[in-house]
């Protein structure tokens, strides 16, 4: 089945040692997205791909940068994490065109100690 | 600025019973609206969403929303609640053009 897949699904790192997270996809989309989503509150944005033309959120901190090396992959580098970047963190992809599902992938989990 | 809000943090419902979670936006323009719902630890997964080729959209596991432009809302419904129905339920707009906006979410619980 084409989907989103996020590894690892668990991270634990410590504060400061410098963290990647890793999602691919199957469904040949054109854009692709990575959010951070804090306990009982909604996703935020924190920026998107189309195709390789990288668009930042204004209010993403330096902190956390992306590399989307071909379609089919992304990832997430978070430089030097702290106490508050431990988060649920999503990826999804969608179609170029306005009423395009963003399709999600299941998360990854990270800690930091 | 496009916005969505969400009545209601939590809903508590007997199983069997009506679902009813509210949904409405701001925007003169109708955006394209959609509902998502999140198991714990796990992403987002596409209830419905609203393609403006009918007022009445069904979605997968017996829910349904109807968008109404002069009330400019989406709320989710389900006539009969199941257990395996707890989760939390996100209400997103995109505006034409524009990025994904969420709603803060509503947890929705099924009592026995």
């Known amino acids: 089945d084409a989907m989103v897949i996020q590894n690892p699904r668990y991270q634990v790192t410590q504060f400061g040692k410098p963290v990647t997270l890793s999602c691919s996809q199957t469904l040949n989309h054109n854009v692709m997205y990575w959010y951070q989503q804090k306990s009982s509150q909604a996703p935020k944005l924190l920026f998107h791909y189309y195709d390789k033309d990288f668009n930042n959120e204004a209010d993403t901190p330096d902190n956390f940068q992306s590399r989307r090396p071909n379609t089919s992959f992304c990832f997430l580098d978070i430089r030097s994490p702290g106490l508050g970047d431990a988060a649920m963190y999503l990826c999804?992809?969608?179609?170029?065109?306005?009423?395009?599902?963003?399709?999600f992938g299941p998360g990854t989990r990270l800690t930091v100690l | 600025a496009q916005s969505v809000t969400q009545l209601g943090s939590h809903v508590s419902v007997s199983e069997g019973a009506l679902v009813l979670l509210r949904c409405n936006y701001s925007?003169?323009?109708?955006?394209?609206l959609f509902w998502y719902v999140q198991y714990p630890n796990q992403g987002l997964q596409l209830l419905l969403k609203?393609?403006?080729?009918?007022?009445l959209v069904k979605g997968i596991n017996g829910f349904e929303a109807e968008f109404k432009k002069s009330e400019t809302s989406f709320h989710l419904t389900k006539p009969s609640a199941h257990m395996s129905d707890a989760a939390e339920y996100f209400c997103?707009?995109?505006?034409?053009?524009?990025?994904?906006?969420f709603g803060q979410g509503t947890e929705l619980s099924v009592k026995p």
């Open positions: 997103a707009v995109r505006p034409q053009g524009g990025k994904l906006i």
């Open positions: 609203y393609t403006s080729a009918a007022t």
């Open positions: 925007s003169s323009v109708p955006p394209y």
């Open positions: 999804a992809t969608s179609g170029i065109q306005g009423l395009d599902t963003q399709y």
